[in-house]
């Protein structure tokens, strides 16, 4: 782990600490490091936080779970783009009525979005927000008002 990174603890849906992520400072590779054992394609980060029906955010990332939950949306992240069996299945459990995925505008996240829809419709209804450019992803948008528009335009 270096020097000027965030440390992010990660928790399970029974709220034990099951290990952390560090955001690497900008230019350092890898961006992110996860703690020895962690198994991210085990975990849906934020889903202790899901506890009532609701709709739900679908981030690739911890930072844009934590920027949506800050702006008032009950937010997931799936550590990357891709979303294993093990994290569809627990996906698949929790109360959701209707799953929002904000992925990164990207051309990976495009694509991810997409597979992602094929995987998941079955289990509730899905929409996708699609990000504007010149953002990259939800935590590039500042203004709340910005944010709320585009999570209401999502298609």
């Known amino acids: 782990m270096g020097t000027n990174s965030l440390i992010i603890p990660i928790y399970d849906a029974a709220k034990r600490l099951v290990g952390w992520v560090s ?5 350092k590779k890898p961006k992110y490091l996860y703690s020895p054992d962690f198994r991210a394609s085990f975990t849906l980060f934020g889903e202790y936080n ?8 679908l981030t690739e990332g911890p930072l844009d779970t934590m920027w ?18 093990h994290q569809e299945s627990k996906l698949a459990k929790l109360p ?19 597979q992602l829809y094929e ?6 209804p899905v929409s996708i927000a699609r990000i504007p450019e010149p953002y990259k992803d939800v935590q590039d948008i ?3 008002t910005q944010l709320q528009q585009i999570i209401k335009n999502r298609k």
Request: hydrophobic share 30%.
């Open 50 to 57: 899901i506890t009532e029906r609701g709709e739900v955010c």
């Open 142 to 144: 500042r203004s709340k």
């Open 119 to 124: 995987r998941v419709k079955k289990y509730f």
């Open 68 to 85: 949506l939950d800050q702006n008032g949306y009950k937010s997931l992240a799936i550590f990357g783009l891709n979303l294993s069996k």
């Open 96 to 114: 959701i009525t209707e799953l929002i995925m904000c992925l990164d505008r990207d051309e990976p996240g495009r694509r991810s979005a997409k």
């Open 23 to 27: 955001r690497q400072s900008e230019g």
